[in-house]
């Protein structure tokens, strides 16, 4: 029986990502709150296909915790998108895990999630 080709890209390799978000603006330009149960954008490289689950090491500032939080992948921004967007994937937390993170990232947005400017996201 002959194996069948697909035209998708590879899955990525790690199904951990590593994410340590030093800086408010940039976890501003990556949260996206307009999806259930939060997410978060994530420029990468890393070839994923939509419903992949990975596993987030989330590290928000001066936090020196990671939070630990299981995501799916529910869209994917590949390189040279129109409009100069950034290559990544959007992350939608699942399973109740980020249910923490998404708390502390509301607090450090505090004030800024109703803002207009330009982020990774919508």
Known sequence: MAEQMSDRP?????GILNLP???????YASYMPFVRDGGLFVATAKNYRLGDEVFILLQLMDDPDK???????IWVTP???QG????GVGIQFINGTGEIA?????EQLAGSLK???ITHTL
């Open 79 to 81: 390189k040279g998108a």
């Open 84 to 87: 100069n967007r950034a290559q």
């Open 67 to 73: 939070m630990p939080v299981t995501g799916r992948i």
């Open 115 to 117: 803002s207009d400017r």
């Open 10 to 14: 590879p899955m990525a390799r790690s």
């Open 21 to 27: 978000i030093r800086d408010k603006s940039v976890l």
């Open 102 to 106: 998404k708390k502390r990232i509301e």
